[in-house]
């Protein structure tokens, strides 16, 4: 083993934070490439500009930073600057690089002035090597030669088994080879190796701590478990690339969008938001690029479309995978030629000055797989993916989240008000599942609000969200398992024979015929008296006005019971004394 590898090595294994490694493994390589330079045919007439680490598992994006070659010549190890990718850096050399990355698994260069990419072999085992070059777009080409690149070349991390999670690209300037085979081809295998080595610190090691990044209106609530994502993220906003945010429903994919809008050159322009869920496929076409009056059958008034109410600005595209295969194509159209043509226009094609920002919660790749989405179309949305985790994969943020929610919605209803959460109320929060994610969490903390202000007898300035309050906005999403109910019912039952068991003389059977008054009372108490008696389906009684004695009546046979058993009454008996009208315990 060299001396030089077995440094490499050492200097691997020493690495606690993903920083340390990144820095370790792009000074190596370029120092590799900066040798196999100056010792061939291209001498003093090139010269290596930067090396990024992309490190992308399950195909969205964890961390992302850059070594300009600049800041290690002639600098021992250890030394050199090491940043986060910044506006400038090409994130990508095209979207077409990192698809010939993943279907080649094996490096790929890149000729900028002929806009080729050429697989450069060593692949993993069974998998084709195309001799033949693809090609990429004029918008990267123009943004590559923007930063001087003339010759790029990108080596997958490849984890053992063949899986790639990510990349680590080399750009580097040589007017002289314009057209000619750089130096990727010789010392590929060398650069590879040490891709390969480093893979594992790359895509293991936790990123070095940092103070959680500054919140504002559009992302106020940052966690530690989602600061490691907004340095990238921030990158992101800044490029004009198309973004492809994945995650479940409600996790917060257009919050993102819109906060990437703001901080993009764009953000003078328009946010416009389009959720194919809510359009019909026929109409779909129609909503991306406007129609003309009389284009189509109940066309009575023109539509600019979202593309055109968005110009200059951002379109968020959410529910991708809804859009239908023929809105697809056009589409792919827009993202590739950045031009389009209104339903019913005559007057040719407009042209889309848009950014684009996707959202799904599918997996599109199966998608792909299944015929259902267009390949094409998947590899051109997916340049900077990002997928957001669900709300129960960031625990630390449900109780920031739930504090600016109360906050919010106390401000609107009292200006200058103060509105708190008991830490028993925010425990109960996190001893919960949030599988509707943000927007569960918003409609229980909305709720429970309610509950606290029916609680304290309407607004106030002052307000406390305490843990009943939780619990009963709860109990309205509770969906037990169908054996839920029939197991408390049978756990009734055995405490009923215990009780009768223990007991010197026989308890009535028939006052079992309570639990209609514990079912009732309860309802009552949660949801007020008239919407319980509809969920249990007598609203019959209420429309005739008897559901108040018949609830009397109900509640009447749970305190004969508790006086049976000579035990205090549930809370909810204090509707027997309470006057006519909706409980107070009514949302």
Known sequence: MSEELSSFLAAMHSSKHFEEAAYETLRAMLLCAERALESGRFSRRGRLLRGVVHVRPDDAYRRLTVLEAESVRGRKQGEGALTPAGQDVALLASASAWRAVMEHGCAVAIDVNLKSLQPLGGGVPGKDVRPQSATFNQDSQRRLLGRQATHVCVFPLRVPGGRIDGMISFEAECMAALGQEFIW???GRQLQLLADISVAWLTGLPPRPIATPGTDDFLPVIGASMASLV??????AQQEETILVSGPTGAGKSRLARWC????GRRQ?????????????DLQMGELFGWRRGAFTGAVRDNPGSIARAEGGTLFIDEIDKLSLKAQAGLLHVLEERTYRVLGEGLGDQRANVRFIIGTNANLREAVRKGAFREDLYYRINVLPLRVPPLDERQDEIPLWARYMVSRRHQEKSPGGQARITPEAERLLLQSAWPGNLRQLDNIIRRAYTLAMVDQGGA???LELREKHVQQALAYDAAPEDSQLIDALCHAAKAFLQEAQRRE???DIDLAESFRGFVLGTAAKQVGREEAFRLMGRESLVKSRNHQKALRRELEKVEVLCREVRRPGPEFLELLTAEGGESSGGA
């Open 231 to 236: 340095p990238v993220l921030r990158v992101f």
């Open 261 to 264: 809008h703001e901080r993009s």
């Open 460 to 462: 106030a300035q002052e």
């Open 269 to 281: 322009g328009h946010f416009e938001s389009l959720d194919l869920t809510t359009v019909p496929e």
């Open 505 to 507: 003389t026989p308890l």
């Open 185 to 187: 081809q010789e010392v």
